[in-house]
């Protein structure tokens, strides 16, 4: 049996937009980034973008003491499962509020080599400097 690799890109990364362009993610399902002062504070997934994000925001939210007039949203669109898009790329930035643990199970080499390909097409696409930090670090930790 012949393999061939496709080149499919795993992931489309929208242009970073403002609190009051959220509007048009209302029924859209993907990973969103928030960054305040470029740095990524927090990554979250949801089935409806614009809900999810304004939740955050409320009274009882975990960004609630934020403006979010300050932070810049980034949208990713992954062509597979939308949890998987999130850990990764919460474990390439260790975001200051996300407060629950990542998973700690031992990944499988095709899972490594998604995670690869993921990160490469992420880091093609974005138009923020991205730090990458090492295992183990968080980033509220500098």
């Given amino acids: ?6 080149n499919i890109n795993p992931l489309t990364v929208h242009a970073p937009i403002v609190a ?3 509007g ?5 399902k993907g990973v969103f980034i928030l ?3 470029d740095r990524v504070i927090y990554i979250g997934n949801s089935k409806n973008i614009y809900k999810a994000v ?10 609630y003491h934020i403006d979010r007039r300050t932070v810049n949203f980034e949208i990713v669109i992954p062509s597979f499962r939308v949890q998987t898009t999130e850990i990764i790329l919460k474990r ?9 643990p990542l998973p700690k199970e031992k990944q499988t080499t095709a899972q490594k080599r998604q995670s690869k390909r993921l990160l490469e097409s992420y880091l093609e696409q974005t138009r923020f400097e991205v730090e990458v930090h090492k295992e183990g670090e968080h980033q509220s930790d500098n």
């Fill in 1 to 6: 049996m012949n393999r061939q690799h496709t």
């Fill in 20 to 22: 009051s362009k959220l």
């Fill in 24 to 28: 048009r993610y209302r029924a859209v």
């Fill in 35 to 37: 960054r305040k002062n």
């Fill in 54 to 63: 304004i939740r955050l925001f409320q009274k009882k939210g975990v960004l």
């Fill in 92 to 100: 390439l930035f260790k975001p200051k509020y996300n407060i629950r």
